[in-house]
């Protein structure tokens, strides 16, 4: 017995271990198996996250792409952007508007300025609205409630979408029922302690986690999203919040580049790179092929033609800036952000070029997710 019992572990050695090398698999085969079954478990997004080659984001584009037509064609979305404030309760340590940026020059929009720029906005082709700030206080539900109503009488053909942060469930319930129709919150980091190395201990993970449930549970179309390169980021942390959407199933999700701003604590830190950025879009393109995926400005401002290249790697949706050009600096999240000096009627032309250097087209709709039956 004892004789045969060693070589025969020997063997099993010897046969098991080309076994363990294979295991791993490569990262196209990884790609492959992303576009088909529309998951990967954590520990392959994370190697996938970590070990790609040039080549292989080459290949995830293709693919991407591929998966991007299937469902949208040749066309992209516009969302018209209004900053309405920066005024902002909360303290995000990479945000230029955070609470504690006494530099920042606070400004917010009336009632009239925001249907002045829906006004030029739709003059331009635009269908859906964006109305994103600080939590700024001044911002009351009745005040949103009488905006929201303003806004569908006088364009009840446009979508409304929010992105003014945390909200009680019931105060986000008064917003949809006042005729709001999609609500963006970046969950920033899926992972709890990572998120506690981006804000102070006072912000609450599971406080932001629970709007975005309660978001979906009311009926908004949701989005959410995270930066790319933030401090403390790792493979394993992305790949928690590959997880976190496909779990979440938003219609829509904004990532772009950490880019530091000066006046932050993290105004030392290396920001996100455009490599990085594209490889999760493609990726997130391949694990929900219906996901409406903004090239993001934050894109752009990195790299000048980052947006093209967004488009380009999954992306589907763009975000041109409508707000009135005299508060575009002040609206300051990151440094050098782009598009602050132009006006709004520039800003879509200058996107429509560039959107047809890509061979995709801008479509003049809502650009509801797709199978989205709205309320209309
Ligand atoms: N108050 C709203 C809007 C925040 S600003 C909310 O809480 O959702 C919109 C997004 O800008 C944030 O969710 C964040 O992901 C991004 N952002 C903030 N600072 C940034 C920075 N320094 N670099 C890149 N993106 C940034």
Redesign the pocket.
């Known amino acids: 017995m004892r004789q045969w019992h060693i070589p025969t572990f020997r063997l099993k050695m010897y046969f098991c271990k080309p076994i363990l090398v294979c295991k791993r698999m490569d990262s196209k085969t990884l790609i492959s198996q992303l576009e088909e079954t529309q998951i990967l478990s954590k520990q392959e997004f994370a190697d996938l996250i970590a070990r790609h080659t040039e080549d292989d984001a080459q290949f995830l584009f293709e693919r991407a792409r591929v998966v991007r037509e299937r469902y949208f064609g040749k066309s992209v979305y516009l969302r018209g952007l209004i900053e309405i404030s920066n005024y902002?309760a909360?303290d995000?340590y990479?945000?230029?508007?955070r609470r504690s940026n006494d530099t920042a020059d606070r400004y917010r929009l009336t009632e009239e300025d925001i249907l002045a720029c829906c006004e030029e906005g739709y003059q331009l082709g635009f269908r859906t609205f964006v109305m994103?700030?600080?939590?700024d206080a001044h911002f009351t539900d009745e005040v949103l409630v009488h905006l929201i109503r303003n806004i569908k009488s006088r364009f009840p053909d446009c979508a409304i979408t929010l992105?003014?942060?945390?909200r009680a469930k019931e105060r986000y319930q008064k917003l949809f029922d006042a005729g709001a129709d999609r609500y963006?919150?970046?969950h920033?980091t899926a992972n709890a302690q990572h998120y506690a190395q981006l804000h102070p201990a006072w912000m609450s993970h599971a406080r932001r986690i629970q709007c975005l449930w309660d978001l979906k549970e009311i009926g908004y179309q949701v989005g959410t999203?995270?930066?790319v390169g933030t401090p403390f980021q790792t493979p394993e942390l992305l790949a928690e919040d590959m997880l976190f959407i496909k779990e979440l199933q938003p219609q829509m999700v904004?990532i772009?580049?950490?880019?530091?701003?000066h006046a932050?604590p993290?105004a030392n830190e290396t920001?996100g790179t455009v490599e990085q950025t594209l490889f999760m879009l493609g990726l997130l393109r391949l694990m929900m092929p219906q996901l409406l995926l903004p090239s993001t400005t934050?894109l752009g401002t990195i790299d000048k033609t980052g947006r093209e290249k967004g488009l380009m790697a999954g992306a589907n949706v763009v975000m041109p800036n409508l707000s009135p050009v005299s508060v575009r600096k002040k609206y300051d999240?990151?440094d050098n952000k782009i598009c602050t000096g132009d006006e709004s009627a520039q800003c879509v032309n200058c996107l429509g070029v560039r959107i047809a250097s890509t061979g995709y087209r801008i479509e003049e709709s809502r650009g509801d997710a797709p199978g989205w039956d709205n309320r209309q």
């Open positions: 902002c909360n995000c990479y945000c230029g508007i994103q700030g600080g939590e992105s003014l942060g945390e963006l919150l970046r920033e999203g995270f930066m904004g772009g580049p950490f880019v530091p701003h932050t993290f920001g934050a999240l990151y």
